[in-house]
Nanobody
Framework: QVQLVESGGGFVQAGGSLRLSCAASGRIFSIDAMGWYRQAPGNQRELVATITNGGITNYADSVKGRFTISRDSAKNTVDLQMNSLKPEDTAVYYC???????????????WGQGTQVTVSS
């Protein structure tokens, strides 16, 4: 089995910062892309940021310049540093990893359970 465990969500005032962390564990051969998505009430889940195993990053336009994604491939972790938070960043944030459990076949996506981020105005 594979588990993704997120931590670091919480409540913060606008302009503040939070750091989310996600650790993947279990039967893992390799991890390709890792990323963060979010879902606000009444909205679809949307991409926040991704990072490849080569370190190439991609951000949603709404978070560029404010959020930074990073990974530690040796530890199978991915972090999201969120600065200058806005009320519209309020959502449940989900970790996503494309994981190969064996040395063959294609990676498949795994999701964490989600962590709530609330930004007050």
């Amino acid at each position: 089995q594979v588990q993704l465990v997120e931590s670091g969500g919480g409540f913060v005032q606008a302009g503040g910062s939070l750091r989310l962390s996600c650790a993947a564990s279990g039967r893992i051969f390799s991890i390709d892309a890792m990323g963060w998505y979010r879902q606000a009430p009444g909205n679809q889940r949307e991409l926040v940021a991704t990072i490849t195993n080569g370190g190439i990053t991609n951000y949603a336009d709404s978070v560029k310049g404010r959020f930074t994604i990073s990974r530690d491939s040796a530890k199978n972790t991915v972090d999201l540093q969120m600065n200058s938070l806005k009320p519209e960043d309020t959502a449940v944030y989900y970790c996503n990893c494309d994981i190969k459990r064996t040395g063959w076949g294609a990676p498949r996506p795994y999701w964490g359970q989600g962590t709530q981020v609330t930004v007050s105005s």
